[in-house]
């Protein structure tokens, strides 16, 4: 399985503008983690802040898949939770392989996302 060796960093600073979008939605991290779990990732609330909310300065290893299906649940609660720029921002700094980067796209305009391949790739 191929994991990503992510900048936390990014990795928090992107989360926590999510969850503040999530929050004026009444949806809260216990959600996400309930998402999760149906889509069947078994993840505790202390190892879903290890890896996206706390601790910058650790480095940890997140699996594509796990990675993704974070991202996808994030959408699942709101399409337009991440901004185009912002997606890409946060799949080049955790360099997240092309094929997975391009099964994201139907969530952004073609506009959009043809400006953002042009201008990160």
Same mark, same amino acid.
């Given at each position: =399985?191929?994991?990503?060796?992510?900048?936390?960093?990014?990795?928090?600073?992107?989360?926590? %503008?999510? @969850?503040?979008?999530?929050?004026?939605?009444?949806?809260?991290?216990?959600?996400?983690?309930?998402?999760?779990? &149906?889509?069947?990732?078994?993840?505790?609330?202390? !190892?879903?802040?290890?890896?996206? =909310?706390? !601790?910058?300065?650790?480095?940890? *290893?997140? +699996?594509? &898949?796990? @990675?993704?299906?974070?991202?996808?649940?994030?959408?699942?609660?709101?399409? %337009?939770?991440?901004?185009?720029?912002?997606?890409? *921002?946060?799949?080049?700094?955790? !360099?997240?392989?092309?094929?997975?980067? *391009?099964?994201?796209?139907?969530? @952004? +305009?073609?506009?959009?996302? %043809?400006?953002?391949? %042009? !201008? *990160?790739?």
């Amino acid at each position: =399985m191929h994991e990503l060796s992510t900048p936390k960093h990014v990795v928090i600073g992107l989360m926590r %503008q999510v @969850f503040v979008r999530l929050h004026e939605h009444s949806i809260y991290v216990a959600d996400v983690i309930d998402a999760l779990h &149906g889509h069947a990732v078994e993840i505790t609330r202390t !190892r879903f802040d290890d890896l996206f =909310m706390t !601790r910058p300065e650790r480095e940890v *290893n997140i +699996s594509v &898949g796990l @990675f993704t299906t974070v991202i996808t649940v994030l959408f699942e609660f709101d399409t %337009q939770i991440i901004s185009a720029e912002d997606f890409f *921002n946060l799949v080049i700094a955790t !360099r997240i392989p092309l094929q997975t980067i *391009n099964s994201f796209a139907h969530y @952004f +305009s073609t506009v959009l996302w %043809q400006k953002e391949l %042009q !201008r *990160n790739l």
